[in-house]
């Protein structure tokens, strides 16, 4: 069982990302709960998302409400919204016969083993819910390789240890600041980390941006 961290933990369907609860890697901001501005960040739209502070990976921090209502079919279980970075399958709050989740019914990770709409024979799935938080899940059940999974396409070989280090943050802002698309957008990870945005191009690895 490994935390999910800042930053992309899951795809929905819909091509958008899923994020966990929070904005901040102390968990103490949560995006369902303290609806207000954070870090320059728009907070979550009709649809329990919202983008990075650069305007990119647009993201849900609860059940993509706009895409599930239409979705999901009166008394049966939730439509699957995505899947989790460790394979397994995220669905909305209504379990069998269409029952809200609750966090209680549900393991540490948001997640149990059930019958669903598309593994009518069983599986470990995770549920997004909306009466308190764990709103998103946590951690992951299964195994996940976070760094490559947080690097994007080609950026398995970032260490993001050692450069968040050089930088003086932690790794989960550094993370967090980059997002998930390649190449980053350094202006607005810089601005977000609060440093210059040629001492962040000068301790990426790789041959000189620009
Ligand atoms: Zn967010
Ligand atoms: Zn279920």
């Given at each position: 069982m490994t935390d999910t961290s800042l930053g992309r933990i899951g795809v929905a369907l819909s091509g958008a990302q899923i994020f966990n609860d929070y904005e901040n890697p102390e968990r103490s901001?949560?995006?369902?709960?303290?609806?207000v501005i954070?870090?320059?960040v728009p907070f979550v739209d009709e649809c329990n998302g919202h983008t990075l502070v650069n305007g990119t990976n647009y993201h849900y921090h609860g059940i993509p409400v706009c895409i599930s209502d239409s979705l999901d079919q009166?008394?049966?279980?939730?439509?699957?919204i995505g899947v989790l970075e460790d394979g397994f399958p995220v669905y909305g709050n209504k379990g069998q016969a269409g029952a809200i989740v609750t966090d209680d019914v549900l393991d540490e990770c948001s997640g149990h083993v059930d019958v669903t709409p598309e593994f009518p024979d069983g599986i470990y799935h995770y549920h997004l819910t909306a009466?308190?938080?764990p709103y998103m899940i946590d951690c992951y059940h299964g195994e996940v390789e976070i760094v490559s999974s947080q690097g994007g396409p080609g950026g398995g070989g970032l260490d993001f240890?050692?450069?968040a280090e050089e930088l003086g943050?932690?790794?989960?802002?550094l993370i967090d600041a980059l997002g998930t698309s390649m190449p980053p957008?350094?202006?607005a990870?810089?601005?977000?980390?609060?440093?210059s945005v040629e001492d962040l191009r000068a301790a990426m690895p790789g041959p000189p941006q620009q």
């Open positions: 901001v949560v995006a369902m709960d303290d609806n954070h870090d320059h009166s008394g049966e279980h939730s439509i699957m009466d308190e938080a240890a050692a450069l943050v932690s790794q989960n802002e957008n350094f202006e990870a810089a601005e977000s980390l609060g440093i």
